[in-house]
């Protein structure tokens, strides 16, 4: 279980980076370069999606939950915006679902 979060962990910074480096050249007129690292950062999200050994669709449906933690966590660090306690609660659903998701038993 700590596995297959920890993967989502990594995969989520991949493609929030892959995002944020974009944003910062159209919204803040930092270096077209940028868009390089970008680049790589969303080949690492894609190739690291297909990592785990369950169906894709299960996965991208449970990725968004962690995307979600994610994107809470980088408001706060990056960002510098401290969460409300919506922003928490909402994190902390959408997180259950991913864990719903990947953790239910299956039949065979």
Same mark, same amino acid.
């Given at each position: 279980?700590?596995?297959? +979060? *920890?993967?989502?962990? /990594?995969?989520?910074?991949?493609?929030?980076? *892959?995002?944020?480096?974009?944003?910062? %050249?159209?919204?803040?007129?930092? #270096?077209? @370069?940028?868009?390089?690292? &970008?680049?790589? #950062?969303?080949?690492?999200?894609? %190739?690291?999606?297909?990592?785990?050994?369950?169906?894709?669709?299960?996965?991208? &449906?449970?990725?968004?939950?962690?995307? /979600?933690?994610?994107? /809470?966590? %980088?408001? @706060?660090?990056? !960002?510098?915006?401290?969460?409300?306690? @919506? !922003?928490?609660?909402? #994190?902390?659903?959408?997180?259950?679902?991913?864990? /719903?998701?990947? +953790?239910?038993?299956?039949? &065979?």
């Amino acid at each position: 279980m700590l596995k297959t +979060f *920890g993967l989502f962990a /990594i995969t989520a910074l991949a493609e929030i980076v *892959g995002c944020y480096l974009p944003y910062l %050249w159209l919204r803040q007129g930092k #270096s077209a @370069w940028l868009l390089v690292p &970008a680049a790589v #950062s969303l080949m690492l999200f894609a %190739w690291l999606l297909s990592l785990h050994p369950t169906a894709a669709g299960r996965v991208y &449906a449970a990725y968004g939950g962690v995307y /979600i933690g994610a994107a /809470i966590v %980088w408001l @706060w660090i990056v !960002d510098g915006i401290r969460p409300t306690g @919506w !922003d928490l609660l909402g #994190s902390a659903v959408a997180l259950l679902g991913m864990a /719903i998701i990947m +953790f239910a038993p299956r039949g &065979a």
